[in-house]
């Protein structure tokens, strides 16, 4: 424990402690960047379904024109004729039943399309700290005033302007 304060105060004493500056933001340029963004697009139409028929007028006139066919022959024409009398009554009781109306149906039709947005991904930032100008580029705009971590120079270096770092925090994209 007695270590760590030592060290502690031996650090605020030499003067390697970082301090806290506020550099004046002159301009704030904003860096846009078009970004694809897809998105879904979904249409509705109206379509017509064709119903199945039901096939009840082909049996119904299957049944009749077997029967008429039945009592018009005689002998060996008998089957023949009540054959004929089948085939020809399903093929008349499906035409009299006809083709059951259309019903017209709401269908969602959807698909991805590209869309461009332009976007701002950062902001070269001109600001002034002690007389000089410097530049940096931050994720966010830092607005009037920009906060600067300043570290002093070791006194054996020749003498030159403190190295100056801009502190920011990292975006957050939603």
């Known amino acids: 424990m ?16 970082l301090s806290q ?31 199945q ?9 299957a049944i009749a024109g077997g029967a ?15 054959m004929l009398g089948l085939m020809g009554g399903a093929i ?7 083709a059951p109306q259309s019903q017209f149906q709401n269908v969602q039709r959807c698909g991805v399309q590209n869309f461009y947005e332009n976007r701002t991904v950062a902001y070269n930032v001109v600001y002034e700290f002690s007389g000089k100008q410097y530049s940096v580029q931050m994720p966010n705009d830092p607005g009037q005033t920009i ?6 120079i070791a006194a054996s270096q020749a003498p030159s302007p403190p190295p100056v770092t801009a502190i920011y925090q990292q975006p957050v994209y939603v």
Not at 2 to 17: E, N, P
């Open 147 to 152: 906060q600067l971590q300043i570290s002093p």
């Open 68 to 82: 008429m066919g039945n009592a018009v022959g005689g002998g060996n024409g008998k089957a023949a004729a009540t």
């Open 2 to 17: 007695k270590k760590l304060l030592l060290l502690s105060g031996a650090l605020v004493s030499s003067g390697l402690v």
């Open 21 to 51: 500056e506020v550099g004046r933001v002159i301009s704030s340029t904003p860096l846009i960047q078009q970004v694809n963004v897809p998105r879904q697009v979904c249409t509705t139409e109206t379509v017509a379904v064709q119903q």
């Open 92 to 98: 008349l009781g499906d035409q009299i039943e006809g």
């Open 53 to 61: 028929k039901s096939g009840a007028g082909a049996l119904i006139g």
